[in-house]
């Protein structure tokens, strides 16, 4: 299997564009996870999907962040518009069933100038 | 509120030393336990877990942990570094009743040649 694929696997952008990023999990899973990753905070779940279906968004910052799992196989998180504050890593995680581990994808380093 | 502590944010050791990373948590029911690593430049990558039976939990690369439901820990332990165990490692737990993953805000470990 190839894994938890995301890309791009890096972005720049700048303050006010519209960023998108992707995620294909593993095949067969059906949890997915958006994750995000900065000096100050850490690592932090923004939301995740069961079976397509946002079960938690607590995690998402504000309304500049949406996500959608339209199928099985794919998920994007989309910033409009984006701020430089939103500098960081973004993971996509995925698994399989209530006890699984989550696998993480490589990860999308953004950077908004 | 669930959390999870790791009170030491920066290990350097020689090589050959042994290593002990704390981890605590805080959630008083059922939990599964994690050990994530990320090497430079990489993605989350899982060192071993635990879910249930054997408190002492054998993961790859010759790290082990070890569950102790008393002291709410789950300390990483591996009695011989190397200089390629240089990455950043991070605790997580998830309770028994919720999918999500929480997350340590993570040691890096420093091995010198």
């Known amino acids: 299997d190839a894994g938890v694929i995301q890309s791009p696997r890096h972005e720049v952008t700048e303050m006010g564009q519209e960023v998108t990023l992707r995620c294909k999990p593993i095949?067969?899973?059906?949890?997915l996870f958006w994750y995000r990753q900065t000096m100050m905070r850490g690592l932090e779940l923004l939301i995740y999907?069961?079976?397509?279906?946002?079960?938690?968004d607590s995690g998402m910052p504000e309304d500049r962040f949406s996500a959608k799992m339209p199928n099985a196989s794919f998920s994007t998180l989309k910033i409009q518009p984006s701020e430089p504050r939103d500098s960081a890593v973004y993971f996509c995680?995925?698994?399989?069933?209530?006890?699984?581990?989550?696998?993480f994808g490589p990860g999308t380093r953004l950077t908004v100038l | 509120a669930q959390s999870v502590s790791q009170h030491n944010h920066h290990v350097i050791l020689s090589e050959a030393a042994s290593l002990e990373l704390g981890c605590n948590y805080s959630?008083?029911?059922?939990?599964?336990l994690f050990w994530y690593v990320q090497y430079p430049g990489q993605h989350l990558q899982l060192l071993l877990k635990?879910?249930?039976?054997?408190?002492l939990v054998k993961g790859i690369k010759g790290f082990e942990a070890e569950f102790i439901k008393s002291k709410f820990s789950f300390n990483l332990r591996k009695p011989s570094v190397q200089w390629s165990d240089t990455a950043e490692y991070f605790c997580?737990?998830?309770?028994?009743?919720?999918?999500?993953?929480?997350f340590g805000s993570g040691t890096q470990l420093t091995v010198l040649p």
């Open positions: 999907f069961n079976n397509n279906v946002p079960i938690d």
């Open positions: 095949s067969g899973h059906n949890s």
């Open positions: 995680a995925s698994s399989f069933g209530r006890a699984d581990t989550q696998y």
């Open positions: 997580a737990f998830e309770s028994g009743s919720a999918r999500q993953l929480t």
């Open positions: 635990y879910f249930s039976g054997d408190p």
């Open positions: 959630y008083g029911g059922t939990v599964n």
